[in-house]
T-cell receptor, first 110, second 110 residues
């Protein structure tokens, strides 16, 4: 079953923060985050493997609450380059197959 | 370093025509390989995955098939395209728990 992402879309001014959530109805082995620019392939951001794990990538970080089967992506002091659609991919442990959420469209404006 | 290639980049085909999309990976051996489809404005749907030569698992019953004739080659095919086959087709390779996407093929069926 497809993980649910929220919000569906968000508009930020440059420098503002955002949180994107990803919830699954199944127990998760890992959560993967990708960003996709319009017309391009998704780009890998980070993977979270353990419950409670947090990772950071420049001003983008994420957490994974294994118990709640949720992950959140935190974008701090957003830049114009952060615009795009963010997808979470959840892995229940079968051949590293990912089930992707419907995406969150993020637009950063001046 | 690893690279993944897909071709063609874009394709316009009439309904009922055959299809062959190719994906090759360089710089790694025995990767997991995946085919995804993304309809316009939608999320990523896993179509097929392969853990080795000749080993293909289908995720969604459909008009498409996949083959893996060589370790780093993954082919998506159809004998007769339908209008609903239009979309952005992405090949991905996996190393451990991570997946990396190729540049994609944009297919329009008319």
């Amino acid at each position: 079953q497809q993980p649910v992402q929220s919000p569906q879309a968000v508009i930020l001014r440059e420098g503002e923060d955002a949180v994107i959530n990803c919830s699954s109805s199944k127990a998760l082995y890992s959560v993967h985050w990708y960003r996709q620019k319009h017309g391009e392939a998704p780009v890998f951001l980070m993977i979270l493997l353990k419950g409670g794990e947090q990772k950071g990538h420049e001003k983008i970080s994420a957490s994974f609450n294994e118990k709640k089967q949720q992950s959140s992506l935190y974008l701090t002091a957003s830049q114009l380059s952060y615009s795009g659609t963010y997808f979470c991919g959840t892995d229940t442990g079968t051949a590293s197959k990912l089930t992707f959420g419907t995406g969150t469209r993020l637009q950063v404006t001046l | 370093s690893q690279t993944i290639h897909q071709w063609p980049a874009t394709l316009v085909q009439p309904v009922g025509s055959p299809l062959s999309l190719e994906c090759t990976v360089e710089g790694t051996s025995n990767p997991n390989l995946y085919w995804y489809r993304q309809a316009a404005g939608r999320g990523l749907q896993l179509l097929f995955y392969s853990v080795g030569i000749g080993q293909i698992s289908s995720e969604v019953p459909q008009n498409l098939s996949a083959s893996r004739p060589q370790d780093r080659q993954f082919i998506l095919s159809s004998k007769k395209l339908l209008l609903s086959d239009s979309g952005f087709y992405l090949c991905a390779w996996g190393r451990g728990n991570e997946q990396f996407f190729g540049p994609g093929t944009r297919l329009t069926v008319l």
